[in-house]
């Protein structure tokens, strides 16, 4: 079923796995933030789901195209991850915040919003790991 790198394959892999993140974050937020609302639980099962998208797609590049240095998955894809969610709680700073002081109380270790982008990056490396392993990655996946 997954023999040849194909594009496509890491593309709906991405996005799979996405999605389970997403679900669980859909599911779950209500547990750890009774505050938020029904467009925050919708923003992170879609966003997640796009995550993976992303990831998929990038997996074309092996090699960074100006600095022509080597990008395996393992570095690629956390990195993607990561700044994908640290531009999320930029721009979402506040309610972020607001929901990590509901999680975590005021004086936590984790009142900072900017630990989703660390969840970036360890949602990154699963999906890249799947990915790359039933997808390929490379050249070779977009075909001739």
């Known amino acids: 079923m997954f023999g040849n790198p194909s594009l496509i394959t890491r593309i709906a892999i991405g ?3 996405g999605l389970v993140f997403g679900l669980l974050g859909f599911v779950l937020l209500p547990y750890f933030d009774p505050e938020a609302g029904w467009l925050m639980r919708w923003g992170i099962l879609l966003w997640y789901t796009t995550l993976g998208a992303i990831i998929g797609v990038f ?5 960074h195209p100006i600095l022509k240095l080597p990008m395996p998955w393992w570095f690629r894809d956390p990195l993607i991850g990561a700044w994908m969610n640290f531009v999320l709680t930029f721009f979402g700073y506040e309610e972020m915040k607001a929901m990590m002081i509901t999680m975590f109380g005021a004086d936590g270790v984790f009142q900072s919003p900017f630990w989703f ?7 990154g490396i699963v999906i890249g790991y799947f990915a ?3 997808g390929g990655e490379g050249k070779e996946t977009v075909g001739k």
């Open 15 to 17: 996005k799979g796995i």
């Open 59 to 63: 997996g074309v590049f092996t090699w």
């Open 117 to 123: 982008t660390a969840e970036g990056a360890f949602v």
């Open 132 to 134: 790359t392993r039933f």
